[in-house]
T-cell receptor, first 112, second 113 residues
Framework: SQQGEEDPQALSIQEGENATMNCSYK?????LQWYRQNSGRGLVHLIL?????REKHSGRLRVTLDTSKKSSSLLITASRAADTASYFC????????????FGKGTKLSVIP | EAQVTQNPRYLITVTGKKLTVTCSQN?????MSWYRQDPGLGLRQIYY???????DKGDVPEGYKVSRKEKRNFPLILESPSPNQTSLYFC????????????FGPGTRLTVL
């Protein structure tokens, strides 16, 4: 099955800096979603971008999608210590199973 | 409050002792799913259900069973747990169709000795 792959696996930045995470996937998608997971806890939905959209914003989050390159990026601006978490992209193929396929995640550490 | 609940949150058991992890959602979602999360492997889907009495295998269904007798509940059953099922388990639900986010439960950390 298709799978999103995040890059980098881990990222450490200073508070106030921007954090960029990338996701690549293999087959066509209906939408791509980003989730955050605080250590050992449930995933929380951050933002969804449809296949016909190129960029989307939500607060300090900016997501881009390039379907020709099968890639997406998540930018967190002016990071805060509370942004420390793992971030996952998930692809929704729109096929009959409604399955979301998750990547392995990027572990972000924001140092105060 | 809209939520997905799981019980228990933590469980230590022994090989072969049947167990059930419950999952319940209060959002009237048609779609429910179970995932396991392991270091270096990310989230992998175990089973999913698109409605009452409709269940199907995900990517890693071996050793697990599920049932969907009511819309709100989707229990995960391990008939004979083994140590390789030690993992962090998540239940999730979503509205079917369209472009919809998935809501996750808080997780169940299972250790099989």
């Amino acid at each position: 099955s298709q799978q999103g792959e995040e890059d980098p696996q881990a990222l450490s930045i200073q508070e106030g800096e921007n954090a960029t995470m990338n996701c690549s996937y293999k087959t066509s998608i209906n939408n791509l979603q980003w989730y955050r997971q605080n250590s050992g806890r449930g995933l929380v939905h951050l933002i969804l971008i449809r296949s016909n959209e190129r960029e989307k914003h939500s607060g300090r989050l900016r997501v881009t999608l390039d379907t020709s390159k099968k890639s997406s990026s998540l930018l967190i601006t002016a990071s805060r210590a509370a942004d420390t978490a793992s971030y996952f992209c998930a692809t929704d193929s729109g096929a009959g199973s409604y399955q979301l396929t998750f990547g392995k995640g990027t572990k972000l550490s924001v140092i105060p | 409050e809209a939520q997905v609940t799981q019980n228990p949150r933590y469980l230590i058991t022994v090989t072969g002792k049947k167990l059930t992890v419950t999952c319940s959602q209060n959002m009237n979602h048609e779609y429910m799913s179970w995932y396991r999360q392991d270091p270096g492997l990310g989230l992998r889907q175990i089973y999913y259900s698109m409605n009452v009495e409709v269940t199907d295998k995900g990517d890693v269904p071996e050793g697990y069973k599920v049932s969907r007798k009511e819309k709100r509940n989707f229990p995960l059953i391990l008939e004979s747990p083994s140590p390789n099922q030690t993992s962090l388990y998540f239940c999730a639900s979503r509205v079917l169709g369209g472009n919809n986010e998935q809501f996750f439960g808080p997780g169940t950390r299972l250790t099989v000795l």
